[in-house]
């Protein structure tokens, strides 16, 4: 009998990703170990170092190098020195796109142990999914400056938005609310973008029909805002455009304990790419090299990725001991979680609840 072996690209990146991926990865090995599997590891150096150096964040053929993998973890990448639309533009976003990862799947869990900013709420009061479209919308390289430097100077930013990739994400969002609570949030901002946006809503109706037991709401940007501030308990699904998903998830992750605990999962549902599992959070520059960075949102992108290889009791365990971590007072937790503890404290704590 031979053994699965997962060939696994990592991108450490920049700031606490690579600070946070060194510390975790013997936890990775361990679940690996416990449910009979390997992971084949390749790692690249592709982030802002590389690009100081080599002018790009990652080498042209850098995409054909990935492609044969059946998984890809990214830390984080963004660096203080380095304009922010360089660095996302040179990996993150070529490899969203190039491999047609077109479902950003956010959960927001409210964990029990974790205390939620907002008044009154507690364990599980709050757990919804934002299905965030991954590959176009505001995010569409299409526009250009003109006259530059002149008075009259002028940019251009086009949204893209097609049949196709609006469909997809919809239909992979009803499909999560179907199997969830089924309820669904399309989120747009249609009374102001009335192409693009009442474009959505039309296809957001028509795919609607396909799932008769989900019930949808529709609400615009900003009130969706204030509503996961309001009554975080009522969302189950949502699903928004590149940019609003984008938005809508840091205000998830911010209600449900912190950025350190949040997970993401940029996926292509097909064979053809291999997805990309990733923090939420970013390059945390302000903490970088302190050793207290919190490590439980990569081990949650972890299990996100062994689900998505098909390791379900493997990612469930990984789940299951950062669950039984935060509900324990006594356990180690870092700063952001209002603890004293260090990055490699909390990952030996977990290796032991394993
Ligand atoms: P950030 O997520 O790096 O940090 C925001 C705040 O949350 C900081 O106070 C940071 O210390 C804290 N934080 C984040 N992750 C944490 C963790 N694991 N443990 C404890 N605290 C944590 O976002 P920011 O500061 O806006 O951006 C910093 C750099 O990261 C920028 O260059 C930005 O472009 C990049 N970035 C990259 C992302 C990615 O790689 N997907 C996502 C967001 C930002
Ligand atoms: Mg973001």
Redesign the pocket.
Known sequence: QTTTTYDIELIP?????PE?LDVALPLFQDVADDYGFEFDFTRRDWGTEYYLEHGEMMPEDGLAELADADSIF???????EVP?HV??HGL?LPIRKGFDQYVCKRPNVLFEGIESPLKGYGAGDIDFVVYRENTEGEYADIGGREHRGLGHETAVQSALFTRQGTERIVRAAFQAAAEREGHLTSVTKSNAQAHSMVFWDDIVEEVSEEYPGVTVERLLVDAASMDLIRRPHEFDVLVASNLFGDVLTDIGAQITG???LAPSGNIHPGEEYPSMF??????????VGEG???????VLSWSMLLEDVGEEAAADALWSAVIGQISDQSAPR???LGGDAGTEAVVEDLRSRL
């Open positions: 990146g920049d700031g606490i990703g946070v990214l830390g984080a990448v963004g660096h203080p922010d660095t996302l993150l912190s950025m350190g990733e923090p939420v959070h970013g390059s945390a520059p302000d903490i207290v960075a919190n490590p439980l949102a990569s870092t700063p952001d």
